[in-house]
């Protein structure tokens, strides 16, 4: 079992940054893809960033890629997204995610955090 806990979201300026954090705890906790993904009210998940278990390869939405960055510390069991230039578009509850598979689906992932609000205004 793998818990995740994020943290870091809250109200930012348009073009500000934010740094959101996941929290992981559970077991072999570093062997596991990670993946971002959020919500806005009345849409989609919508997938933004992978993180391959050893933190070499990510992969980006295009909406998000050179804006956002995702990283993880295993030492830590942390994993994180830096938002920078941030849009109103950008408004939404963020989860981190862990799952056997690098994937930009939803589905190949087993285990979810509750989320943390990121509201940009413009």
């Known amino acids: 079992q793998v818990q995740l806990v994020e943290s870091g979201g809250g109200l930012v300026q348009a073009g500000g940054s934010l740094r959101l954090s996941c929290a992981v705890s559970?077991?072999?906790?570093?062997?596991?893809?990670m993946g971002w993904f959020r919500q806005a009210p009345g849409k989609e998940r919508e997938f933004v960033a992978a993180i391959s278990w050893t933190g070499t390869n990510t992969y980006y939405s295009d909406s998000v890629k050179g804006r956002f960055t995702g990283s993880r510390d295993n030492a830590k069991n942390t994993v994180y997204l830096q938002l920078h230039n941030l849009r109103p578009e950008d408004t939404a509850l963020y989860y981190c995610?862990?799952?056997?598979?690098?994937?930009?689906?939803?589905?190949?992932?087993?285990?979810w955090g509750q989320g943390t609000q990121v509201t940009v205004s413009s």
């Open positions: 559970g077991r072999t906790s570093s062997y596991y893809a």
């Open positions: 995610a862990a799952g056997p598979r690098y994937s930009t689906y939803p589905r190949d992932y087993d285990y």
